[in-house]
C-alpha cells in the first residue's frame, strides 16, 4: 500500500507548487471519509450528470462526494471502485462516442481500468486548502497551463534516470484525475499522469487548462525537489511571470 500523506503536509507543499507552476485552477485533493462532509455536493441518485459540471463548485470551497449510490454516471461508479463495467459499456465508447475503432477493443478498455473498492463509504473531491487537517489525502490533481505543464514533466524526471515518469492514457476525465494516479500509488516509481483529455467533458474546463495528477507521496517528494531543481533558477521563474 503506498503511503497516504497528512493534509498538513500536502497543502505545505502545495504553497512550494503554486509559487513555481503557476495553476488555472486551484489544487485539488482526493480522500476517503465515512461520513458525508457538511459542505459538500451530492450528485443526485439515478440521475445522470457530469462532475465536472461541478467543478467551479469545486474551486468556490465546496466538495463532491461520491459512493455507492451517487457517482453522476455509471462510468464514474464503475472509475471510482463502487461497481463493475456495464456489459454494454464497451458498445457505447464504439458505437456512440466513437472512441475506440469497435468494440472488441473497447471492451479490452474496460479489462484493464478496473480499480479496487473505496475503503470507506465515501469518496472526496475537494479544493486542496478546504481538506481539515489531519485527513489523509489519497491523490493531488493540479490544473495547469502549457507553460506550467512543462515544468512538471521535467520536475517528474529530475529524481530519476528514466525519461517515462509521466504518461498521457486514453481515459475519461475523472479516470485520470482519480483511478489511474491512484493506481500508481502502490508502485515503486509512482508515475504523474496528464489528464482531462477526454473530448467528452472538455466543455467543462476552460482551453488552456490541462490536468496533471500524482499520488499524494510522489506529490510530497517532488514538492522537495523544487528547491534543488531548475524550478527555483531565475531562469525558470522569469519564464513564469
Known sequence: MGKRMDSRIIKKGNRKFVSHFPVTLPSMGWYFSSVLPEDSIELQANKWTCMFKHIEDVTKGNKISFSQNSAGCSGA????????????AGGFLASEEKFKENIAYANEFYNQIKTEEPRK??????KLEQIEDNICIEVVNYWVNPLSLSGLVTLSNFDSPENNNVIV????????????PYKEKDKKHPKATVGALDPTMRKYIASDTILFSVPSSRFNSMAKNIKKSFASDNNWLTLIK
Open 77 to 88: 461508479a464503475c472509475y471510482f471502485g463502487f461497481t463493475q463495467p456495464n456489459e454494454k
Open 121 to 126: 463509504k465515501y469518496l472526496i473531491l475537494s
Open 169 to 180: 492514457p486514453f481515459a475519461s476525465g475523472c479516470q485520470s484525475m482519480w483511478t489511474i
